[in-house]
């Protein structure tokens, strides 16, 4: 701040004040994660100016996509951004979430940025970037440790934080209809940051529109798939010795949550496969669904098995006409 001292008619003397933009730059944690608000504060704008605050990281799902968010700031009378204190234009609150909430999907590749990478960027009203700067997002890869189950269990993986000295509560993750093992591995790291030693389970590999199944050794088409075979992923964990054999909680998402609610319904507690202390289904299904895939016959087979036999199942009524009129809208 430079005093400028101004002489005036009346012979009296004022200091005023010329203020000296620094700089943009923004202030971010070193990685972004869920356990703290994520409070970004761009300093160093021109205040009342409106300025674009761009998010950007590789796919959490697939690594050809970019997630990415827009939002439109003004910058208030000290020239900043602060995301817990500013709502972005158009919207009501302020939410120190938002840039990172709102990143939504694009078929586009970031080859200069890695996967738990963030990007944030600032450009003024002329779309000139004026300020960016990357960060960590989400758990922190390098501080967690994976391993593979066990060749019986194509693609199922035990996930861990690196270096653990005591023994851990287990829990067993499982994807849905997209198949293989891309949704554990997602979401495993939250968990194994948390404490968890994450069994992520993939227990069938579809070959969707002509790609390779991810992993061959599973099953193509979500049909009569064994109960009994998350069973023995269970008890195949329970033999190592850095879990607590009864701390064994079973997650699952969509399909998955269909799984696990099926298994824990039927593996017994006596079971070294069983005995789960709590279940977690996300978003899943009151019934057993219809099976579907290659070499079946719409309505004529169950999406699950127990012990070699089909599961009742509710069929899916003119599901093959639904999709064709899906496919002829578009």
């Known amino acids: 701040m430079k005093h400028v001292l101004i002489s005036l008619l009346a012979g009296t003397t004022v200091a005023a004040c010329q203020t ?9 944690p070193e990685r972004i994660s ?5 409070r970004i504060i761009v300093r160093g704008l021109a205040p009342g100016e409106t300025y674009e605050l761009e998010a950007e990281r590789v796919g959490v799902w697939d690594n050809q996509t970019t997630e990415r968010s827009e939002l439109i700031y003004l910058a208030d009378n000290r020239g900043r951004i602060d995301t817990s204190k500013l709502a972005p234009k158009d919207m009501d609150e302020a939410d120190a979430y938002l840039p990172i909430r709102t990143m939504g999907l694009v078929r586009e590749t970031l080859a200069d940025l890695e996967p738990g990478q963030l990007r944030l960027t600032v450009s003024d009203k002329t779309d000139a970037v004026i300020v960016e700067r990357v960060v960590g997002i989400g758990p922190d890869l390098n501080a967690i440790e994976t391993e593979m189950l066990s060749p019986s269990f194509p693609g199922a993986f035990v996930m861990k934080p690196a270096g653990a000295e005591e023994k851990l509560p287990v829990l067993v993750l499982l994807g849905g209809s997209e198949g293989g093992d891309g949704s554990a591995r997602a979401s495993g790291p939250l968990f194994a940051e948390q404490g968890f030693a ?14 390779q199944a991810q992993i061959p050794e599973l099953p193509r088409g979500f049909t009569e798939l064994p109960i009994d075979y998350l069973e023995g992923a269970v008890s195949e964990v329970r033999k190592r010795s850095d879990i607590k054999a009864d701390k064994l909680l079973l997650m699952g998402g969509s399909k998955g949550a269909e799984y696990v609610l099926l298994a824990a319904s039927l593996i017994p507690d006596s079971s070294t496969g069983g005995g789960f ?22 309505g004529g087979t169950s999406g699950f098995s ?12 003119d599901m093959g006409r639904a999709w064709t009129a899906k496919t002829h809208t578009r």
């Open 306 to 317: 127990w012990r070699g036999e089909a599961l009742p199942f509710v069929p899916y009524v």
């Open 277 to 298: 202390c709590g279940i977690v289904a996300d978003v899943p299904s009151d019934v057993v669904w219809e099976g579907w895939g290659p070499g079946t016959a719409e």
């Open 198 to 211: 994450v069994l992520g389970l993939p227990y069938y590999s579809p070959a969707w529109f002509g790609q």
């Open 20 to 28: 000296t933009l620094q700089a943009p730059i923004i202030d971010a």
């Open 34 to 38: 869920w356990e703290g608000s994520p």
